[in-house]
């Protein structure tokens, strides 16, 4: 058989109605979204096992910590699903809940500066995160930022 006598096939390109359809309008795929999560994800993971350990081994020493480590933990959680989840409704959500855990933050950090006595061991937000880097009072504002520009994206 010779080379003029071969036909050639060609894959034919997939039909544009096959493409998956993009349905959320932030991509958590890439970049700042990623990181995001996965801030999230680390933090969520953190504070649950820090309010795990803390509330089993020794409750009665500094209560009022150990359920705003909880309480983080959740809101974390939270915050965390609604990134994967995706949506609209679960942009706002991640939205408010950001700024709630900023005020956390900014609440928990200021009272244990001005009141430390009511805090006889330290929560995630104690010193406005000066145990974890200061990432729990940066984190909420860069996720608002990024959910914002994600809603015009």
């Known amino acids: 058989m010779s080379d003029t006598d071969r036909t050639e096939t060609h894959a034919s390109p997939a039909p544009e109605h096959d493409a998956p359809r993009q349905t959320r309008r932030f991509e958590l795929g890439t970049g700042p979204g ?47 699903y609604s990134l994967v989840r995706g949506g609209e409704k679960a942009r706002r959500a991640a939205l408010v809940c950001c700024a ?39 984190l909420p504002v860069t996720g608002m930022i990024w959910l914002r520009r994600a809603r015009n994206a």
């Open 34 to 80: 990623r990181v995001l999560v996965w801030f999230y994800g680390v933090f969520t993971v953190a504070a649950a096992s820090r309010s795990i350990v803390e509330m089993v081994m020794d409750f009665g020493k500094a209560p009022l910590a150990y359920v705003l480590s909880a309480v983080a933990a959740v809101v974390y959680g939270f915050i965390t």
């Open 100 to 138: 709630a855990e900023l005020a956390g933050v900014l609440v928990v950090g200021t009272w244990t500066r001005l009141e430390p006595s009511a805090f006889p061991d330290s929560t995630v937000w104690s010193g406005f995160g000066m145990g974890y880097l200061f990432i729990p009072v940066i």
